[in-house]
DNA sequence: TAAATTGTTAAACAATTATTAAAACGACAG
DNA sequence: CTGTCGTTTTAATAATTGTTTAACAATTTA
């Protein structure tokens, strides 16, 4: 993964609302949960909603279904996880006793 | 770990110095690196840096000390390692097999 | 004590980002 | 078709962020 895209994957992250966004996502699982749900769970605005969803998909952490009229957004864990081992690559020079650098599973 | 912490601390990885200088401290370990060393290695006045590594450490993500003339900073895991668990929490519903969300260890 | 080194702070400007409101779009039901 | 629902787009404004320059503080060396 390249250094810029850790950079957006993490922007996309960086604010209040879309990190609630992905959270939310990340718990229904590949599924995923309708647009306006999620703008309703969320009391956010749909056109507001709207672009936080546009820059989490750019970024490429959340992905977009069509089912009829509804627009179906789920996590891309593929994403979130090379980001997260960007972050600690070669991390305590190779010493696994130093820092422990896990998630627990889900 | 609160959500506006895990807020601050993902904005202040997504900036290109920010993430670079991170990643620099994660491979020295507790040991760290003087300010000055790491502005040289990453090619940045010693103003601008000075301003990167004060939203690091306010976000908490490195710890200063000072040693002489010189002021080390080095990582601080406990925080990055909330910060990921907080985004992945509950994942999935808990079902491990859907999602891989573990980070390999150093 | 004076000068040099290391790093921080303050102020200003440029650039980016978030939010809102209004208009527009595409899918479906009648 | 026509109307409605769910969502996106556009355009404008407000707020935040990054960089630079210059001045400042702390520590060591001469």
């Known amino acids: 993964m390249k250094s810029?895209?850790?950079?957006?994957?993490?922007?996309a992250l960086a604010q209040?609302?879309?990190l609630a966004i992905f959270r939310l996502l990340v718990v229904c699982g590949p599924a995923g949960m309708a647009a306006g749900q999620v703008?309703?769970?969320l009391g956010v605005s749909p056109a507001n909603m709207s672009h936080h969803f546009k820059t989490l998909s750019h970024a490429g952490l959340i992905v977009a279904r069509q089912d009829g009229r509804f627009i179906y957004y789920s996590a891309n864990f593929a994403v979130?996880?090379?980001m997260l081992a960007y972050m600690?690559?070669?991390?305590?020079e190779g010493?696994?006793?130093v820092c422990d650098?896990?998630?627990k599973k889900c």
Chains 1, 2 share one sequence.
């Open 4 to 11: 810029n895209q850790v950079v957006e994957a993490l922007s």
């Open 16 to 18: 209040p609302t879309r």
């Open 39 to 41: 703008a309703e769970k």
């Open 80 to 82: 979130m996880n090379g």
């Open 88 to 92: 600690t690559e070669n991390c305590c």
């Open 95 to 97: 010493d696994p006793d």
């Open 101 to 103: 650098v896990s998630v």
